[in-house]
């Protein structure tokens, strides 16, 4: 047989050479092929024929026959051409053929039938949107040549889309229907049968003892089970998402000491479970097979009678599912069957150091902080040996004294039963300087508004702190994607010096507010814009403006607030970080103005006809300008600086008599404002550790002791008395940011751990004198969401959610204030162009009037719910839910739960 199979090939291929090599044709021939025996000719001529599409001289130089060249007739050199040819996958047909011959001369015809060529395509059964989302990834466009690798990767293109969203038994067939207007054009229709999705209903993990089942199913970040409750997990199943979260299980028995511990198999198989057929009617089968192409298995099959295990019974059953398990009538499941051995485990015993001169073994082992009889954890020792996200490892001890070339290699040199000893085998190598710093992505920041963040210069020592501390600067510029941002250090161990280079990209950073409040039962309006990477030298220049001159990393902010005729405001202000260009010294100019009124216009039509000041208007009028600089201090920290402002706020009073002690007047509110603050956060949007410490005083200057008025006197009027403010007015606020969970985030993705964000604050109002009385300007509102609505009448508003706005303190505002947060934040997603977290929250907060009456520990108390969203163009947007916890005699009709809603605006902090 084998030989009959030989014989029938040979001559299969023989009749492919005389046919498909040189076939004499007509046409003017002065010699005839005898293609019996092989002769040498010159190739005088090449035509090509059907290519109608392609270059020609581009098919003559696929086949590698030019003209020229010497062939042997009949011989190899055509077979090969051809081949070429058909390499391309670009022609249904290809035929070469002598036109004529002339003395030692061949001419050849090179035929071709290209294939057709796509005029557009169709994708059938499925919704808009997945076609849509198709379209992008198959990559077809008009006038492509439709080939047998264009046909295969656009069905597993479409097969892959739909696998990965779960539908892992996805059929694609693929339509080419004739246009018959035009010539050999083709219209694609890709018809897709998505069938039923693929659920996982159970995880199961055989052979575990120690750790609990749940446990290591939690680990498991892609791979979960259907389950009705979570309306955030379908339960879809992805094998390569299900091959990474398999070795978790192996990750969590290590970090448990079982350092021996394996899977030894696992199998997936499905189960097919009857839609519309009743268990108590029908006979019930469980039809049970591998994926992978391992055989099926099947377990029983019952009646609700009795119970027949007979192959034949079993088989039918099996025969009878498979003919409609792909029909609506039936859910499909997939099990998952894990079985895990554990192994023993092991502890750590003796750990000892070698090679070290700079630190003693014992400082090594303190900073190791790993004792004797310890869980083995492999995890937890490289993380205390190399790079720890918080610097504490032994690799940072030593790279923050300049020995970047430093290494450290644990080796085991004894496993006694459970127990491992380890000797830490150090090469310290010699200090590194660095020699050259570079920037890499910074298309639209100036090279000098990075480097001027950056802590590593050229001569210093290398220092690991200084390096991650750069990091943090750039990031807290809100100018570059922190998850891009990346640092590559170069070093050259013969001249002892490292070259840093540091990659940023941009990411948008300017914002435009379009937002809403609610104040004082009307709903407030507010269009601005910030321009945070503003370049001011460069606005008369023609050709800086793209569409705006930035990257001196300079702040222009314009914004205004109106809800119509009662209340508008209108703020200008800009800030230069670096003033001079030398030191991180901040200037800032902000100037502002407000009215607020009753509604009335300022003018009106009396009897005579004539405009007069309206006497129904009652207003308030706020103009205001101030002047402050900022600067990085270098002691106790240089996490500290220190702000002062000076401020001039001018208010006119006409009938506004319902906050102030006076109605109508003018007041001069002149202050002095310094605050120290020492910031450690590693980012300024979600952050995830570090805290922020602040302590503010604003202070009046004393008029009363020097401007010789009698304050004791009945006859002095609220505006005289207050016809220039005088008060001092001090803040204390403490954050804390604390990561509960360490999870470290996949290779370019950032970890996404719970977040706990706890703040104490406190503040108070006060005067000099106490024949003045306190100020009727600064004092503090708490309640709500902290917006300020229209508000803006020199109070400040606190947030405390849960509880109707304002309503925690007194008519006319409080003097003392404190305030306790306590935040649980979880990360959705930390994409800079779209950052989302989820939060619960519980705080406590109240205010009092007089200093005897202050007593932190007697608070209104609220929790609830929320979410945060911010998008670089609009600012943070919020939504919570608060329930309050305590009833407010003077509000006794207080709804227990509101809605606190936020676009772009802080909620009031203290």
Known sequence: MYIKIKIFFFFLLLSFSVSAQVIPIGGDTTGVIDLTVSKEYEIGGIEVKGAEHFDKNVIVLLTGLGIGDKVQVPGDKFATAIENLWKQGLFDDIKITADRVQGKYIFIDITVVERPRLLKFALKGITKSEADELRERIKLVKGKVITDNVLASTKETVKEFFVVKGYTDVAVDIRLDKEPKQDNVVIMFINIDKKKKVRIKEINIIGNKSIGTFKLR???????????????????????????????????????????????????????????????????????????????????????????????????????????????????????????????????????????????????????????????????????????????????????????????????????????????????????????????GNTKTNDRVVMREIRTRPGQLFRRSDVIRSQRELSQLGYFDPEKMNVVPTPNPATGTVDIEYTVEEKPSDQIELSGGYGGGRVVGTLGVSFNNFSAKNFFKKDAWRPLPSGDGQRLSVRAQSNGLFFQSYNISFTEPWLGGRKPNSLSVTAYYSIQSNGEKKRTTNSEGVKVLNP???????????????????????????????????????????I????????????????????????????????????????????????????????????????????????????????????????????????????????????????????????????????????????????LRGYDDQSLSAARGSMFITKY????????????????????????????????????????????????????????????????????????TMQKGQFHFTIGASIGEL
């Not at 702000?643 to 319902?658: D, F, K």
């Not at 470290?744 to 009385?773: C, D, H, P, Q, W």
């Open 660 to 799: 102030f002690s006076f109605s109508k007047g003018y007041a001069n509110n002149i202050y002095y404002k310094a605050t120290l603050q020492r910031n450690s956060v590693d980012k300024p949007i979600f952050e995830t550790r570090g805290s922020v410490v602040t302590l503010s005083g604003q202070w009046t200057p004393p008029y009363s002791l020097f401007n010789g008025k009698d304050y004791s006197s009945p006859t002095m009027t609220d505006q005289e008395r207050f016809n220039f403010v005088e008060y001092q007015k001090y803040k204390a606020t403490v954050t804390f940011f604390t990561p509960i969970t360490n999870k470290r985030g996949e290779e370019g993705k950032e970890a996404r751990n719970l977040i706990l964000r706890t703040t104490v604050g406190m503040g108070f109002l006060t005067s000099y004198n106490s024949k003045v009385g306190q100020s009727p300007f600064e004092r503090f509102y708490l309640g709500g969401s902290g917006l300020t609505g229209f508000a803006l009448d020199g109070r400040e508003i606190i947030a």
């Open 218 to 440: 939690r680990k498991f970040k892609e791979t979960k089970r259907r389950r009705w409750w979570n309306p955030f997990n379908d339960g879809k199943f992805d094998e390569d998402n299900y091959e990474k979260d398999k070795n978790t299980i192996v990750e969590k028995y290590n970090q448990k000491g079982f350092r021996d511990a394996a899977i030894v198999k696992d199998s997936i198989y499905r189960e097919w479970t009857p839609k519309r057929f009743r268990p108590a009617k029908h006979a019930k089968a469980t039809v049970a097979y591998f994926l992978k192409g391992k055989p099926m298995l099947a377990e029983t099959y019952f009646t609700p009678k009795k119970r027949k295990t007979s192959k034949l019974l079993v088989w039918e059953s099996i025969k009878r599912f498979q003919a409609v398990r792909d029909t609506n009538y039936y859910k499909k499941f997939i099990t998952i069957d894990i079985y895990v051995s554990e192994g023993k485990k092991y502890y750590f015993r003796d750990i000892t150091w070698v090679g070290n001169s700079k630190y003693s073994s014992k400082d090594l082992s303190n900073v190791l902080g790993i004792k004797k009889g310890e869980v083995f954890n492999q995890e937890d020792l490289d993380a205390k040996l190399f790079m720890n996200p918080n610097g504490s490892d032994i690799s940072s001890l030593y790279m923050d004294e300049g020995y970047l070339f430093f290494n450290v290699t644990p080796v085991e040199t004894m496993v006694n039963g459970d127990s491992i000893d380890i000797e830490m085998r150090i090469y310290e190598g010699k200090q590194a300087t660095i020699n050259k710093i570079t920037i890499v």
């Open 821 to 892: 947060t306590a935040e649980l934040r979880f990360p959705v997603t930390t994409n800079p162009q779209a950052t989302i977290y989820m939060l619960a929250f519980t705080e406590g907060g109240n205010t009092w009037q007089k200093s005897k009456e202050f007593n932190p520990f007697k608070v209104y108390r609220s929790a609830g719910l929320g979410v945060r969203v911010f998008l670089p163009m609009f600012g943070l947007l919020g939504f919570d839910y608060g329930w309050r916890l305590d009833d407010v005699p003077t509000n006794p």
């Open 616 to 658: 129904a208007r009652a207003s308030l009028d706020i103009t205001g300008l101030s002047i402050g600089l900022g600067r990085r201090l270098k002691w106790p920290d240089d996490y500290f600086t220190l702000y002062q402002e000076l401020n001039y706020q001018y208010y006119v009073l006409n009938n506004y008599g319902s």
